[in-house]
């Protein structure tokens, strides 16, 4: 897999930049006009003030003159003011990349949500769309569709949780709910039953093993987050008619438990493993199905999941044989 770097990053910075020069020349031009002004009232006061008759002024009793030649006068001016404009520059640079550097943490932000939600989104309306699809052929056959029409209502209602959930993690900390304990078999027996309506298109069993039923305090939406992020990534390295594994149980030390999802595709190649969780990161190994074609945010978001909650995702093997993605998270 051959990384690729996300093209607004460098559009993002050019504008940063761009405004950050704006910005440092507008201010050393008002710095130097302010200092061509000075230098320019200091040499016609130093013009006004050294007369020829000064000179033939004898000093008081008791009196001491100092005479500056007014030529040394006006370029030790030129140079104070020179040297001036150039400090002025730099200073003004200084404070303007400082001033815009929240800007673009600001639009950074932004555009990270954005394409977190766009990718976050995408699976749970895939899965409505299927679910229609079924609906619709369970109508013209004349079919009860009372069970599908109750799993698209659900599904609906999974899309709101999704939302809530990437609007919760935007969030400070002090805004985001208290946890809840949930039960994580239940949770993906739920999350699989949805993607296999997705996997079904090209024939791809997803196969689910538990070790006992562990809970966490985990929110089940982050949970189900990971699960088809994962789940949705091995659906599209798989070939037609493949295998997925998915497997909970606990870790070695009981305080957390551990999710693994297998496929059984050509593996990862061209990269680093451990560089799958950078946005935008792809291998040489495209997606396999027509329509599966990723963004490489996916792996991203599990990242940043197991890592807002206390856990780790890895790359626990990989081979020509298939991928397995291990992601711990602590049990309630």
Known sequence: MTGRRDRSRGTDADAIAHASRIVTAQITVAAAAIVVLVVVASVVFIIDQSQPSELLEKPAPGENKIYVDADDML????????????????????????????????????????????????????????????????????ADPTENLRGLQQDVSLLGDVITDLLLAAAPPAEQEPRQVIEVVEVVE???????????????????????????????????RCVVALVDNAIGHSPDGGLVEVIVGPERDRSQFVLSVKDHGSGITGIDPGRLFERFAHGDGATVGPARTGFGIGLAL????????????????????????????PRS
């Open 75 to 142: 370029i030790a001016l030129v140079v104070v003011g020179a040297v001036a404009i150039v400090l002025a520059g730099l200073l003004s640079w200084v404070v303007a990349r400082r001033a815009v550097r929240p800007l673009g943490e600001a639009l950074r932000i932004q555009r990270t949500f954005v394409a977190d939600a766009s990718h976050e989104l995408r699976t749970p309306v895939a899965v409505v769309a299927a679910r229609v699809e079924v609906l619709r052929q369970e109508i013209g056959a004349g």
């Open 190 to 224: 739920h999350t699989l039953a949805d993607l296999r309506m997705l996997a079904a298109r090209r024939d791809i069993a997803l196969e689910f093993t538990s070790h006992g039923r562990p809970t966490t305090a985990v929110p089940a939406t982050s949970l189900r």
């Open 302 to 329: 599990v990242r940043d999941l197991a890592d807002r909650y206390g856990g780790r995702i890895e790359v626990s093997d990989t081979s020509s044989a298939g991928t397995t993605f291990t992601l711990s998270l």
